[in-house]
């Protein structure tokens, strides 16, 4: 990339992420709170979403570890404390999604049945304590013992958010309804059906194309390796700062190395290599794998839950199969192969490419050695990202290597359902901004931090500014 390109894109990264911060200069980040799903106040996802503040903590935390501080402390406050299913509130779960009683969106939806904060998401709470691994690692466990007051209005600190957010987990679970995994059903008719990332209606399938009964629970593969690191995270944390022990951390890895025998042994389809998207729990009782080769299945990699030998061959045939030119697009993964049952190049989450995705599997890559893969993934999002001239929440997933957004709305009687088949990506994603950023310092191409904070002014570096990523 030109250092003139690379400036131009350093000062657009600079503008977006102060309009998340809702800071004026970039080094406060993380002053105002967590960083917001959207940039733009008109935009639809300009508010507090769990997972998508989670993700971009993760991303900014080497040079902006404010902003992880204050998503950890924000999500612990609002923290679910009691049961109650018009907002699928369960004690110990992280939010999905926050707004103001006044903000017009909540004022629908609320109207449809739904409470804020809305906590329909299986993903927050596992990413939660991942999140808190990674801070307590470079800035100690210290943290833990950090004061809040929780909704309850009880003082509390992070370790016990923490232990909450793990009974959270281990009780899911030990339910005998979802087979041991970390499982999905929604609590109301009107809640979000997918509660992960791809959370649209049709995002999750089978190999026949029909939908997931979804007064089931059903079990997402990526979320799988989520809870795994989640369990260990958790066994670690307590172990150097115990403080009341409500767990043993000895059986925390245990429980933790259970869930990785049932991945690899349930979930693995070895004639697609690849793992199922989802186990779904049946009307028998009995576990049915969503033989869809999809994109979620990559984020394994990123995860411990592939480490050890026992996971070497599923390991290295992940890592051949994500790469596979039906999953790999102009701009990077497509969140389904082209051989998909439901696969439209321009659908939210069955054939867009996300580079938020496509950059949790380019981290994976990279963790197992496989980094000319991976780099070729950043350059990937990042020309799709400088073509754009901005950093959209998905682009499409064009069959012939094309990189394009949606520039229409298209909707259609799917399954008897209003369905939305298509529609424009939002303009100024955050988790695509700060994966951009993610990318430009692995690259070499931003200034070191300075302490804890980024200076005020960002610079190119005078020297000349690599176009490409070294291999």
């Given at each position: ?38 940039a733009?106040a008109d ?13 971009m903590?993760?991303?900014l ?8 501080r ?9 923290q ?11 004690p110990g ?11 017009p ?10 409470d ?6 299986v ?5 939660w ?6 801070y ?8 833990l013992d ?9 003082a ?11 009974v959270?987990?281990?009780?899911r ?5 979802g ?11 009107h ?49 150097r ?17 259970h ?24 009307s028998?009782?009995?576990l ?42 102009g701009?990077?993964i ?17 054939g ?10 380019a981290?994976?890559l990279r ?8 780099n ?62 993610r ?20 610079y ?12």
């Amino acid at each position: 990339m030109p250092a003139s390109t690379l400036a131009l894109t350093v000062t657009a990264l600079e503008r977006v992420l102060c309009d998340l911060g809702r800071v004026e200069r970039l080094q406060d980040l993380g002053t105002n709170g967590p960083l917001l799903a959207s940039a733009g106040a008109d935009s639809l996802f300009h508010c507090l979403f769990g997972r998508d503040s989670i993700r971009m903590a993760m991303d900014l935390l080497s040079d902006f570890p404010a902003v992880t501080r204050s998503t950890l402390l924000a999500l612990a406050q609002l923290q679910g404390v009691t049961h109650i299913p018009r907002g699928e509130e369960e004690p110990g779960r992280i939010l999905h999604e926050f707004r103001a009683p006044d903000d017009p969106h909540a004022v629908q939806l609320s109207a449809l049945g739904w409470d804020f904060p809305y906590f329909g998401a299986v993903d927050t709470t596992p990413q939660w304590i991942n999140l808190l691994g990674a801070y307590c690692a470079r800035f100690g466990t210290s943290f833990l013992d950090e004061p809040l007051t929780d909704r309850s209005w009880r003082a509390i600190t992070v370790r016990d958010s923490l232990l909450a957010a793990l009974v959270w987990i281990v009780r899911r679970m030990d339910d005998p309804i979802g087979g041991g995994y970390l499982w999905v059903r929604r609590a109301m008719p009107h809640g979000i059906p997918n509660q992960v990332w791809e959370d649209s209606l049709d995002s999750h399938c089978h190999a026949d194309g029909s939908l997931f009964d979804f007064t089931r629970p059903y079990a997402p593969i990526a979320v799988q390796g989520y809870a795994y690191d989640a369990l260990l995270t958790g066994a670690n944390l307590l172990e150097r700062a115990p403080g009341a022990l409500a767990f043993d951390p000895e059986w925390l890895r245990r429980r933790a190395a259970h869930l990785q025998t049932l991945v690899l042994e349930d979930c693995w389809q070895a004639d697609l290599g690849t793992f199922a998207q989802a186990m779904t729990v049946e009307s028998d009782g009995q576990l049915k794998p969503a033989r869809v080769v999809a994109s979620s299945a990559g984020h394994l990699l990123a995860s411990g839950i592939l480490d050890g030998s026992a996971a070497t061959n599923h390991r290295k045939r992940l890592v051949a199969r994500v790469v596979e030119p039906d999953l790999v697009a102009g701009a990077g993964i497509r969140t389904k192969s082209t051989a998909a049952p439901r696969f439209r190049p321009g659908a939210y989450h069955n054939g867009s490419v996300w580079p938020m995705d496509t950059g949790v599997i380019a981290d994976g890559l990279r963790r197992h050695g496989e980094f000319r893969a991976a780099n070729d993934l950043d350059r990937r999002t990042l020309a799709a990202c400088q073509r754009s001239g901005g950093f959209p929440e998905f682009f499409r997933g064009d069959a012939d290597g094309s990189v394009a957004v949606n520039t229409q709305t298209v909707d259609a009687i799917v399954d008897g359902v209003p369905n939305r088949l298509e529609q424009p990506p939002q303009i100024e994603q955050g988790w695509t901004a700060t994966r951009v950023w993610r990318i430009l310092r692995v690259q070499g191409a931003l200034p070191a931090a300075l302490g804890t904070t980024m200076a005020s002014t960002v610079y190119t570096k005078k020297s000349e500014v690599r176009s490409q990523i070294s291999e």
